[in-house]
């Protein structure tokens, strides 16, 4: 385990990996016990030549298998204490409302990369017309215009777009490339595929599973607009930030203050577990108060109280918020290196696991959530009755239904990417860094960022297993498709075990202090021993326990 507090350990280093927006690319660092969450960042940022990196984040999934964001705030490695190898995902964070906004081209290219993936994954859910046009935007963004001899009759058949992909649908998105895209290069058709995909309803959205008050499975999503509800192919509600009061979560109960109409309305989702809630209140604020607030110096810390049987939590955002980010940014014409990720990521990388559609939606569902029935409390968590039958309808006229599917990874997990580190990258942080390995010792601290032309992600050398040079290297491997889990299990707090000991503990000590104080005739006690309340206790319950002892002792 990791040892903090030490000051001859300042310079001891750890490996760790970072997966990139393509899978088969990969960033091996090392961080030191005084490394924050920012620096690490930054350090990726560089490497990437991301000047507009408050966009973006470092994800990891823990031993509970729940999801987190890195906080930039806080000391790397006391966030992912039970981790082993260390395993990060590079990924958006924050969705820019207009990508074009962005004076950075870098950053848009690494936006589309992020929605190419939610398109592979279920999560930026489409008509079919609207899928197969953004999968002809990334073929041609990929392939260029298409030749006949070069890419012969099925040439996407081994290619992962879409979630659900048949053989029908490869042939209309073959036709769609064949006709309507030529003559686009690389940038055209990755801006054609940015300007379709910001105007969908899940752009930006990372769904959450949770249940209504009625009991009901929904998905919650959290993006730049508010707070969005679905079920099945629906889109029930619309939260938008500017009527959204509050926000907070009690045990796993995630709560919405919300002002409407003049009217002030609670609604309440029940999530899965507690530390799952607690994710999704943090996500909310973080994106009300990046897409919301004039400047970060007016951001005030969250508090929110927890119940009796959780810890609530505290929460101050820390960095830029979008509106600072536009206006410090400069136009940058870093050049852009495109890897050819769609030509080896069928064979390399395994699919991500999906939820199971319709029937087995539900089945799903009731295996990871609590199948008890949610307690109401009509003042607190959802809406009073007098305004139930209204505050239901809130923005009825935006609930959509016209799909016949609703593609939506399931997240109550992670995704298969998220959750595995290819066998070289563990073999690597194994023998080099490790929990229970040896570290680096007096190895130099994180290196600040140096200024680079580019940096290729797809065709660099791998360094040697035994190569110990610091600093951070860019790797591609392919992945293998099975993997051995390798997670060391924290240590839970059990509540009972702690509680009964220390009950024990707490009788056997007020027992002692009665039987001195009672028993003995010190003058220090006398006036104790003279209250009214000891003489009450030694004559109806003391003498008569004694001599109840006393007798069955004796026989």
């Known amino acids: 385990m990791f040892k903090f507090g030490s000051k001859s350990d300042i310079n001891v280093g750890y490996k760790c990996t970072i997966r990139l927006l393509e899978d088969t690319d990969v960033l091996e660092c090392e ?8 620096n690490l960042l930054d350090n990726v940022c560089q490497q990437l030549n991301i000047n507009e990196k408050d966009y973006f984040g470092l994800r990891y999934v823990d031993s509970a298998k729940q999801r987190h964001w890195l906080d930039l705030s806080k000391t790397v490695l006391k966030q992912i204490k039970d981790m082993d190898p260390i395993l990060f995902n590079f990924r958006v964070k924050f969705y820019p409302p207009d990508p074009f906004k962005l004076k950075d081209q870098v950053t848009r290219y690494h936006i589309f990369l992020q929605l190419k993936r939610d398109l592979v994954h ?3 859910y489409c008509s079919p017309s ?23 009759d099925n040439y996407i058949a081994t290619i992962k777009l879409l979630l659900k992909q048949t053989q029908q649908m490869e042939e209309k998105i073959m036709e769609v490339h064949q006709t309507e895209m030529k003559g686009l290069d690389p940038v055209a058709a990755e801006n054609n595929f940015l300007r379709k995909a910001m105007a969908l309803d899940t752009y930006g959205v990372d769904p959450h599973p949770v249940k209504d008050h009625k009991g009901n499975h929904l998905y919650l999503g959290i993006n730049y607009q508010g707070i969005l509800t679905f079920q099945g192919i629906c889109k029930l509600h619309h939260f938008k930030w500017n009527e959204v009061h509050k926000l907070k979560f009690e045990g796993k109960m995630f709560i919405i203050h919300l002002i409407y109409r003049e009217k002030k309305h609670t609604v309440g989702f029940k999530c899965p577990t507690v530390s799952a809630c607690r994710h999704v209140w943090r996500c909310a604020i973080e994106q009300m108060l990046f897409f919301t ?10 508090i ?7 810890f609530g939590g505290k929460f101050r955002y820390s960095g830029r918020v979008e509106k600072e980010v536009l206006e410090e940014s400069r136009d940058s014409q870093q ?3 495109r890897s050819n990720s769609l030509r080896v990521k069928a064979s390399s990388v395994p699919d991500t696991p999906v939820t199971p559609i319709n029937s087995d939606l539900d089945l799903c569902m009731q295996q990871q959530l609590n199948d008890s029935p949610v307690v109401t409390d009509l003042d607190l968590l959802y809406m009073d009755s007098e305004n139930k039958e209204k505050s239901s309808n809130i923005h009825s006229s935006e609930v959509r239904c016209n799909f016949p ?5 399931e997240t109550l997990g992670h995704s298969y990417s998220e959750s595995q580190l290819s066998r070289v990258s563990r073999i690597r942080a194994s023998a080099l860094t490790t929990h229970h390995g040896t570290p680096f010792v007096h190895a130099p601290p994180l290196p600040p960022p140096v200024p680079v032309a580019s940096v290729s992600v797809s065709q660099p050398p791998p360094p040697s297993p035994s190569h110990h040079a610091t600093g951070t290297t860019i790797i591609s491997t392919p992945i293998p498709p099975t993997l051995p889990k390798n997670v060391v299990t924290s240590s839970k707090f059990k509540f009972m075990r702690v509680f009964w000991p220390s009950f024990v503990a707490a009788a056997v000590v007020v027992i002692i202090v009665m039987i001195i104080l009672l028993e003995t005739e010190s003058e220090a006690f006398s006036a104790i021993r003279e209250m009214p309340e000891m003489v ?3 004559l109806h319950y003391y003498d008569h326990i004694k001599q109840f002892l006393k007798l069955h002792v004796s026989s």
């Not at 607030?293 to 969250?302: A, C, K, R, T």
């Not at 599917?405 to 990874?409: A, G």
């Open 31 to 38: 961080i030191h016990n005084a490394d924050k969450g920012k």
């Open 122 to 124: 279920g999560r930026l």
């Open 130 to 152: 609207e899928s197969t046009h953004l999968a002809a935007y990334v073929i041609q963004a990929e392939f260029g215009d298409y030749d006949e001899n070069e890419h012969g």
């Open 293 to 302: 607030l004039p400047s970060s110096s007016s951001i005030p810390s969250v």
């Open 304 to 310: 929110t109280g927890g119940s009796i049987f959780s």
């Open 335 to 337: 050049p852009i290196s």
């Open 405 to 409: 599917e609703y593609y939506v990874q």
């Open 536 to 538: 009450s206790l030694r």
